[in-house]
């Protein structure tokens, strides 16, 4: 079975360029989470959607926003880039929305921002 | 804010040795506490998880050791192995009805053949 999916994989932008990362998750799954991965630092939650519903939002600006398909894919969609946004994005998906349910993660999007 | 701090930034294990990564939270709400192992250029794999309820997990090599009252638990991986030469993310959650993970800063392991 595929795992959680994400492209770009790597991807360059300049300051004030606005970027779309996409994510598919494991089929059968209908929640979708996103992090922030600054680079020698822990994963950071920015969203979680479910049944495309946003169900949780982390500590990040409004440049941030993000929306789930009915198939239950989702984009993070990120304005005005700044040089800090340079991190690696990660998607997760999970069966459920709450509960314990593993959370798998895909292999991540590289953004540099220059 | 909802922290979790983990220790050590780095650590550096002989084969078969142990290696123990500690992690200490603040919230009590926090009931589900997953260890994730992630190797360069991959996502954070899930490894082991606990809920407050016991003390102790044991899967395979992998333990975690739970304190409540102290908001401690910490991963044990016994006789380690250079394969297990990974970052290591400790993290917490709330089982309720949203996921978000907060998770620790990471450790470095290196298992020296």
């Known amino acids: 079975d595929a795992g959680v999916t994400q492209s770009p994989t790597h991807l360059i932008k300049t300051r004030g360029q606005h970027v779309t990362l996409r994510c598919s998750p494991i089929s059968g799954h209908k929640s979708v989470s996103w992090y922030q991965q600054v680079l020698g630092q822990g994963p950071q939650f920015i969203f979680q959607?479910?049944?495309?519903?946003?169900?949780g939002r982390g500590n990040f600006p409004d440049r941030f926003s993000a929306r789930q398909f009915p198939n239950y894919s989702s984009e993070l969609n990120v304005n005005a880039l700044l040089l800090g946004d340079s991190a690696l994005y990660l998607c997760a998906s999970s069966l459920r929305a709450g509960g314990v349910d593993t959370q798998y993660f895909g292999p991540g999007t590289r953004l540099t921002v220059l | 804010q909802q922290q979790v701090k983990q220790s050590p930034q780095s650590l550096i294990v002989q084969k078969g040795g142990i290696s123990i990564i500690n992690c200490a939270y603040e919230n009590t709400a926090f009931d589900y506490f997953p260890w994730y192992q992630q190797f360069p250029g991959k996502g954070p794999a899930l490894l082991i998880a606990i809920r407050p309820d016991v003390s102790e997990k044991k899967e395979g090599r992998f333990t975690i050791s739970f304190n409540k009252s102290a908001k401690q638990f910490s991963l044990h991986i016994m006789d380690s192995q250079p394969g297990d030469s990974a970052t290591y993310f400790c993290a917490s959650d709330f089982s309720g009805s949203a996921r978000q993970l907060t998770f620790g800063s990471g450790t470095q392991l290196t298992v020296l053949p």
């Open positions: 959607y479910y049944e495309k519903e946003e169900r």
